[in-house]
């Protein structure tokens, strides 16, 4: 956190309205200069934006490794995040370790800056597991595919942070298409109640599936929070600069006791919903060429070239890690194994419970009835 920012900085209305979206760099990679934000930004030098970029170049890598694997039958299902990065990494670099991120089925980047392992961020796509990892080893909850359950968790996570007297913050990553769901209107509710330190992180990508957000959103959706009570942020999600400095402001408001924020990350899905959508039948190529002149990394290229970083270096160094990663990944879902039949029946009680224990002994008769089959 930059140390010459008052922790007194309130997030008020000339603060997020003076323009339409927080911008802080172009589509063609120009610096915008910007009073209320610069100072949230001004630590992070060529360096740091290089890491950015390393980031959101390796995470591409993994999701065109993993969608390369799911249409060659090694997953069920992939949901590429494919325009998504800086939204992404942009808000979870900005975390520290002690604070939790509960995110929805897309937020592969976020998985890997917390540091979850490559084969892990497979195994639920695989089939082989329940989940993936361990939640509480690397500061993530496992995807929730139940669309916007994840902000009732955060919230209710968020809520344990305070009682305890901890200023450490939760996270919710959902899409536009959550926002119409009881889930997140309750957690705003409960959050905005209990002024719990938790951050509502919307990533508007344009498209719930095959509808647009026009249709359930007439006006912005970072409108919305301040019914609630909830200070709301509107940024440019494809400008991981200021993604990063949106998901500061929030996480001091929050360590500092004044409660939830909500952000609107303006992005774009550039890929299908999942990998059994076909976007083409509803989405116009126009609107996806506009969008691929927004592309998140290309951006940051541009900027760490005026910034007279070796970018043609930085490529082949950054493309080089990417296939190296991509192996890996590729070679993690192969070793994957499926799961003994009969574990579906473990953790899903603490202790022993004569319903379940009938259950397995049902199945394994069942099971046991294909014994020698090949």
């Avoid at 301040?226 to 408001?253: C, K």
């Avoid at 993690?332 to 799961?339: D, R």
Wanted: proline share 6%; with cysteine.
């Amino acid at each position: 956190m930059p140390t010459t920012v008052s922790k007194d900085f309130r997030l008020t209305e000339s603060h997020i309205r003076q323009e339409d979206v927080v911008q802080l760099v172009t589509p063609a990679g120009v610096r915008v200069a910007n009073p209320a934000f610069d100072p949230w930004v001004e630590d992070v030098g060529p360096d740091q934006l290089a890491s950015f970029y390393e980031d959101m170049v390796l995470v591409r890598r993994i999701d065109t490794e993993a969608t390369a694997l799911q249409r060659q039958g090694e997953l069920g299902l992939w949901p590429p995040l494919l325009g998504q990065e800086a939204a992404q990494i942009g808000s979870a670099r900005a975390l520290r370790a002690d604070d939790f991120a509960f995110t929805s089925y897309r937020e592969h980047a976020v998985a890997w800056c917390r540091g979850v392992a490559l084969p892990d961020l497979l195994r639920m796509w695989r089939g082989t597991s329940a989940s993936g990892w361990n939640p509480y080893d690397v500061g993530v909850a496992t995807p929730a595919i139940i669309i916007g359950a994840q902000t009732l968790h955060a919230t209710g996570y968020a809520l344990g942070c305070q009682k305890d007297g901890v200023n450490a913050v939760a996270i919710a990553y959902f899409g536009d298409g959550a926002t119409s769901e009881g889930d997140v209107n309750e957690a705003m509710v409960f959050a905005a109640s209990f002024q719990a330190p938790v951050i509502f992180f919307c990533e508007n990508n344009q498209w719930a599936i095959s509808e647009p957000v026009r249709l359930q959103a007439r006006n912005h959706i970072a409108d919305r929070a301040p019914g609630f009570g909830i200070p709301s942020l509107r940024v440019d999600g494809n400008d991981v600069l200021a993604v990063h400095a949106a998901t500061r402001v929030a996480l001091q408001r929050a360590r500092s006791g004044e409660g939830p924020t909500f952000i609107e990350a303006v992005t774009y899905r550039m890929g299908p919903h999942t990998t059994s959508d076909d976007p083409t039948r509803y989405r116009d190529p126009d609107e996806l060429a506009t969008w691929q002149g927004r592309d998140p990394i290309a951006r940051l290229g541009l900027l760490l070239q005026s910034l007279d970083v070796d970018v043609d270096a930085l490529d082949r160094a950054v493309t080089a890690k990417a296939d190296e990663t991509a192996r890996a990944l590729r070679a993690g879902c192969l070793a994957l194994t499926a799961p003994e039949p009969l574990s579906v029946f473990d953790n899903v009680y603490t202790g022993a419970h004569s319903w379940l224990d009938r259950q397995r002994s049902q199945y394994a008769a069942y099971l046991a009835q294909f014994d020698g089959e090949a």
